[in-house]
């Protein structure tokens, strides 16, 4: 089993940033693709940025305000936010894709945007 611990969520003013962080619990390989996805109440869980072999993707909403990154060597990835908005409010989760279809998830950690 896979664990993956998110950190650097919390409560900010709407035009600051947050810059999140995710390990997970594997040293033996690299994993192939991690992300970030968030959920809002009532909202349906949304990609927000995926990187995948050096790859990024992102959703609409955080092109140009969001930066994902990996440390490959860690299983680390992590999402630099800035400019956030209140819509931006959500539990982030951190995605890791391994092989054969594994998929793993993070507890998530709490972004609070205020207007």
């Known amino acids: 089993q896979v664990q993956l611990v998110e950190s650097g969520g919390g409560l900010v003013q709407a035009g600051g940033s947050l810059r999140l962080s995710c390990v997970a619990s594997?040293?033996?390989?690299?994993?192939?693709?991690m992300g970030w996805y968030r959920q809002a109440p009532g909202k349906q869980r949304e990609l927000v940025a995926k990187i995948t072999n050096g790859r990024t993707n992102y959703a609409d909403s955080a092109k140009g305000r969001f930066t994902i990154s990996r440390d490959g060597a860690k299983n680390m990835v992590s999402l630099q936010m800035d400019s956030l908005k209140p819509d931006d409010t959500a539990v982030y989760y951190c995605?890791?894709?391994?092989?054969?279809?594994?998929?793993?998830w993070g507890k998530g950690t709490l972004v609070t945007v205020s207007s």
């Open positions: 995605n890791a894709d391994l092989y054969y279809g594994e998929v793993y």
């Open positions: 594997v040293s033996n390989f690299i994993i192939p693709a």
